[in-house]
């Protein structure tokens, strides 16, 4: 397996460190995506991860969009790296027993069921606080309390009602749903932010809490922008934007940029689908790009020299840009521009991404070997500590640590073959 970020242990002082969230135990009851991505983030950060999971079946990724028969799918190992994985049927006495012993023991518990679900199997919050007053109790949801509240949530519904789709496209077309999981992963991120607020805020009032993170709010507090931009509008059209007419709502402008330096994806050679560079034009970068295009008089023409002169005209500036973008790979035009210190970057396709030799050095895309279906690709660690480096490790088979975690509770070889033939674990 090749690790995140690998270290010679005898030069590297922080191979061996304790991971930050060492001691941490969390007890993942998530499944699908935004659950996962969250705990496969504290898993990481070195937080003792146990996902559990019904008998016999297990997350239901792991047999969706299979690519390999009878084997763990890509949507479940490349979202639950890491962990540890336990069986337990919750709905049997035995198992609701076993599962307040690893409630008692947890400092997390994180779980993305339909609202109600932990509630009805027996475990209210007021019971699991109960249970350990110190337990962080962590829910990811579709929706807050109100009008949506009992609604099912996915990722592009999540988009739809984030403000996401409607800001997305181009003005004569539909909305449209970001590539990016915003929705469930970008759910993921802002409930770990929630987490770790929480288990700071114990170290002081030795008491944990409740945590939720709605995918509506957090889709919403990634497009506030867009929100700053439809309060902007009551007092005129917004000049950022490329649209000639504007109503009573931020329209949707394709690729421009909407902030304050003006950018745009221009196609360059071959010209295959992905044979395109955004480039930003700042006022400092006019002179050099006007150069670099051949049109170096426009550096001192009234009419394009200002950036509120260019500002009337961005789709002629960027078909400008464009007429010699297309004369160069993107490659080429980034290497250019770059050297007049241009904000730019290709549009790298996921092949491009998946195959990019830097990315594979930065420990950003990883290789990791899986007893079943050999080698795959994943992404790496995003966070970077300097005192506790990352290593990414394969995800659990169902049920592989059975014996293990239940062994640190005090079950016998014997009783857990017992509860084996009963259906229990």
């Not at 919750?90 to 932990?118: C, H, I, M, W, Y």
């Not at 699991?128 to 007053?133: G, K, Q, S, V």
């Not at 030795?206 to 945590?211: A, W, Y």
Request: hydrophobic share 40%; glycine share 10%; charged share 25%.
């Amino acid at each position: 397996m090749t690790d995140a970020l690998t270290k010679d242990t005898a030069t590297d002082p922080t191979a061996d460190a304790p991971k930050a969230l060492a001691g941490v135990r969390v007890l993942d009851m998530t499944h699908v995506q935004s659950g996962p991505s969250a705990t496969q983030l504290l898993a990481w950060l070195g937080a003792d991860v146990i996902k559990l999971e019904a008998p016999g079946r297990g997350d239901i990724t792991r047999s969706q969009l299979r690519d390999v028969p009878d084997v763990d799918s890509l949507y479940f190992t490349m979202l639950n790296c890491n962990k540890r994985s336990i069986t337990l049927n919750l709905k049997t006495p035995q198992g609701k027993g076993l599962f307040r012993r690893l409630v008692s023991r947890a400092d997390v518990l994180v779980e993305n069921f339909g609202p109600g679900v932990v509630d009805r199997l027996g475990f209210p919050w007021e019971t699991l606080r109960e249970l350990n007053p110190r337990l962080v109790y962590a829910s990811v949801k579709g929706f807050g309390p109100g009008r949506y509240a009992d609604f099912k949530a996915y990722e592009v519904i999540a988009q739809a009602m984030g403000g996401s789709m409607a800001t997305t496209g181009f003005e004569d077309g539909p909305p449209l749903a970001t590539g990016a999981q915003i929705g469930d992963s970008g759910t993921g991120v802002h409930l770990v932010a929630a987490v770790l607020a929480a288990l700071y805020q114990r170290t002081t009032t030795g008491r944990g809490q409740r945590v939720r993170v709605a995918m509506q709010e957090a889709v919403l507090n990634l497009c506030r922008v867009k929100l700053r931009d439809q309060q902007r509008l009551a007092r005129g059209p917004l000049g950022e934007y490329p649209n000639e007419q504007f109503g009573d709502e931020v329209p949707r402008s394709g690729n421009a940029s909407g902030g304050g330096q003006p950018g745009w994806a221009v196609r360059c050679a071959p010209g295959g689908p992905n044979d395109y560079i955004y480039v930003i034009v700042q006022p400092q970068g006019w002179k050099p790009l006007s150069t670099l295009i051949g049109r170096p008089e426009l550096a001192t023409d009234e009419a394009w020299a200002t950036p509120e002169a260019r500002l009337s005209k961005l789709d002629k500036m960027f078909a400008l840009v464009e007429e010699w973008t297309e004369r160069h790979t993107k490659w080429e035009v980034m290497d250019l521009l770059n050297a007049h210190d241009i904000p730019c970057g290709p549009i790298l396709s996921t092949r491009e991404l998946i195959e990019d030799a830097t990315l594979a050095d930065l420990g950003a895309v990883v290789e990791v070997d899986h007893p079943q279906r050999g080698s795959f690709r994943t992404v790496g660690s995003p966070l970077r500590l300097s005192e506790s480096p990352v290593e990414v490790k394969r995800p659990p088979l169902l049920g592989e640590h059975n014996d293990e975690v239940y062994a640190e509770l005090g079950c016998t070889a014997e009783q857990l073959d017992g509860l084996r033939s009963i259906g229990v674990i």
